[in-house]
């Protein structure tokens, strides 16, 4: 037991909440920091999966000769913002440059080992909690519109065979049959049966937090904006000039975790990829389970809320507002697929937490020996979370990590 140790965890998303959680149960005094409702922010809005079968990244080597379709066409679910492209035009360049199929394959197995191991982070803290009504287990589907998406998707779908996820093709009578209400006649399919996805992703950060603070941990509702250090442990600055001592920090914002100054996360190259949902409320009758439309690069999934539409990539950082094309191709798409509503009832904009190399950062700070970084997981927040939590638990409680984590090493990027 360490009750003696205090670490503070700077960020309330599922990253930071699932950090907290495995540290008190580490034995840990926990302090969580941040402005807002724990799980409002990037964790809210998410596609629900558990996506233990994620393990192809963003980068592609097919990129090259698809971008500009993917720049310019209106049925595309990338947008550019070239003036904010022109300003980080490194992280761009180092972006494609992992884009190479070695560096893709090199990628897919990291990810690989790490996602079997998603269950390993996220069953206790179910348990612990007592979020078991917030998880189902109703598999998870790819749709293909014909022949020509299939094949385009061969080779990252070889990727998951490679690092042993287990999936059924589907033909056009499987899918209508699995999912009677999808009017677009899709060609085929993949089923991953095992999948889990998450009812409500706000509920269960929700949860965490509230058994964080049953078990005498502390939520502190403000802005982190610095790190001091001095005399073996830091202090925390807040935006109401109070400071915050601990032991340890974690720093676990997702795309706002450079912004936190004396962390050393500044000098990483993170940016963000801006997503994008569209809800429907009370229209969850409409699938069984998450069903992602691959080509188009968006979920629909029942959650228990109403029916949501969500992903695409958006390369436009933090101060634009919503991009009203995008939210017009869900629509459309959606359209396509369901008989929905003329407008949803929802539409929303997030920042997800992205490294050019598609791998989150996970370990100590390369800048300080008290500064731990939990950050970067792209579209696999939500998954990896648990694991990561587990991961920073046993490195401040200086056990032997259960996964290699040379991988995920912030020190990556010096």
Partial sequence: MNNNLTVAVVGAGIVGTSCALWLQKKGFSVILIDPEKPGSGTSYGNACTIADYGCVPINSPTIFRRLPGLLFSKESPLSVDPGYALRHLSWQIRFLRNCRKTKVERISRILGKLLKKTYQGLDPLIEFSGSQHLLSQPGCMYVYKNSGEFKNARAANQLRRDQGVEFTELDAGDIHDLEPNIKLPFEKGLLFDKASQVLNPQSLTTSYLDCLLSNQGRY???????????????????????????????????AFSGRIMGTGAHRLPLDTERGYHIQYTGLQSLLNRPVCWNAAGFYATPMDEGLRLA??????????????????????????????????????????????????????SPYSEYVLFAFGHHHLGLTLAGITGKLIAELINKEEPSHNIKPFNPARFR
């Fill in 220 to 254: 502190v509702q403000q802005r982190a904006l610095s790190i001091d250090h001095a005399n073996a442990a830091v202090s925390v600055n807040l935006d109401n000039g109070e400071k915050l001592h601990a032991d340890r920090v974690v720093i676990a914002a997702g």
């Fill in 311 to 364: 992903g695409t990539v958006e390369i436009a950082g933090f101060s634009e507002a919503k991009n009203p094309r995008i939210l017009n191709y869900l629509k459309r798409k959606g359209d396509e697929m369901f008989d929905l509503p003329e407008q949803p009832d929802q539409e929303w904009l997030g920042f997800r937490p992205t490294l050019p190399d598609a791998l989150p950062a996970i370990g100590y």
